[in-house]
């Protein structure tokens, strides 16, 4: 995938000026910290966490063990062929080509992951299949025409966790984008650029392509979570996570009133919207891609999420890294004029944050990040991104 080459080619001197935003740009950034996290003792953590049936957390859903897999595989310190990758996409496939009719868990989420995981362990075309099959599945979920969804309809494009219970929001609709983009789908494939007329709605920007009350409320070019309601109704939460699913809608009710009917941007989902825009083919030049650079600017941070805290801080740094990688701005000018080597700053808070057996965890579990599998994953995707 040439994202980070194609989206640098619509660059010239004006592209520049655009995205420095006037600023000098080149001016020597910060020295990081000597600090480096121990990606040997996280894979370590990680094999000696691997259940008998060769997943991870498997009680939970399939979808953390394709990003533990996934995770692995892109330190390029565990090959494809290795015992444990082996057994794990074993356990996977069952999920991914089920042959019973039995449902998946979060099955847009486990598929976009596994997608990416069977894609980086298939250089032999072993798994060509399962590739196949699975970005079938994820063109089938997306909500459209199929679903009786047209184009003025804000869910359009979309998808959500795929359980039958769930509207569509930024985060799946990015790992879908990611997945079928890594997988060899190319930037103006149908359901890429339906998936984007979503993802322009999720933007607190007012313009062409985003028509949802909310757009001007804000304003600030950042992305929020899903262009409907940030919590599925009474009752359709799911698996437990009701009274999750209630805070969420206490608190978004209150963000509204605060904002005039306006919903607060995070930076997991101005990064995860950013990189999207790239990955379904928007230039430097179109309005919405300088608005999430703008945005991400003004809020550059490797200490917190934006607009959320230490909530969903390891998913943050993932998609920090894939859409900065993907931007190519290194080092990074942030609003104030100062310059960042990212690279280094995030894995210098990476490793303060790193515990003695290796592993990642949040202390905030509202994202299910408490499970040092899932933080210690979107850590080792955060500092393979490239």
């Not at 995205?19 to 740009?25: N, T």
């Amino acid at each position: 995938m040439s994202t980070r080459r194609d989206f640098l080619g619509g660059l010239g001197a004006a592209g520049l000026v655009g995205l420095y935003g006037g600023r000098a740009f080149g001016q020597e950034a910060p020295k990081p910290a000597a600090a480096t996290p121990d990606v040997a003792k996280a894979i370590a953590f990680l094999r000696s966490r691997q259940e008998p049936a060769g997943s991870w957390s498997g009680q939970r859903e399939p979808g953390i063990t394709a990003l533990v897999v996934a995770g692995l595989l892109r330190s390029k310190r565990v090959g494809p062929d290795d015992p444990a990758i082996v057994k794990a996409l074993g356990f996977l496939e069952g999920y991914l080509l089920p042959k019973d009719g039995k449902k998946v868990p979060h099955s847009v989420y486990a598929t976009s992951v596994g997608l990416m995981a069977f894609h980086e362990a298939n250089a032999s075309g072993k798994y060509d299949a399962v590739v196949k099959e699975a970005q079938g599945f994820l063109r089938n979920a997306q909500y459209d025409e199929g679903e009786g969804k047209g184009r003025d309809d804000p869910q359009y494009g979309g998808l959500g966790y795929g359980d039958g219970r769930s509207r569509p929001d930024m985060s799946n609709t990015s790992f879908m984008i990611e997945a079928l983009r890594d997988s060899g789908v190319p930037a103006d494939d149908p359901a890429l650029q339906k998936a984007l007329i979503f993802v322009s709605r999720c933007q607190n920007l007012k313009s062409e392509f985003n028509d949802q009350p909310f757009a001007d409320k804000v304003n600030d070019g950042g992305f929020i979570y899903t262009s409907g309601e940030v919590a599925p109704p009474p009752g359709r939460a799911g698996r437990g996570r009701e009274a999750e699913a209630e805070k969420a809608r206490v608190e978004a009710k209150a963000e509204r009133e605060e904002l005039n009917g306006g919903i607060r941007s995070s930076g997991s989902m101005t990064y995860s919207g950013f990189k999207s825009m790239i990955y379904a083919g928007l230039k430097p030049d179109d309005q919405r891609v300088k608005a999430a650079i703008g945005y991400i600017r003004k809020n550059y941070t490797v200490d917190e999420n934006p607009g959320q805290g230490k909530r969903g801080l390891y998913y943050y740094y993932m998609v920090f890294a894939r859409a900065m990688a993907a931007l190519g701005e290194d080092p990074f000018v942030a609003a104030d004029g100062k310059s960042h080597d990212w690279k280094a700053e995030l894995a210098a808070a990476l490793a303060a944050r790193q515990e003695p057996s290796g592993a990642w965890a949040n202390a905030d579990d509202r994202f299910m990040e408490g499970d040092p599998a899932i933080a210690t994953s979107f850590a080792l995707l955060a500092l393979a991104a490239k």
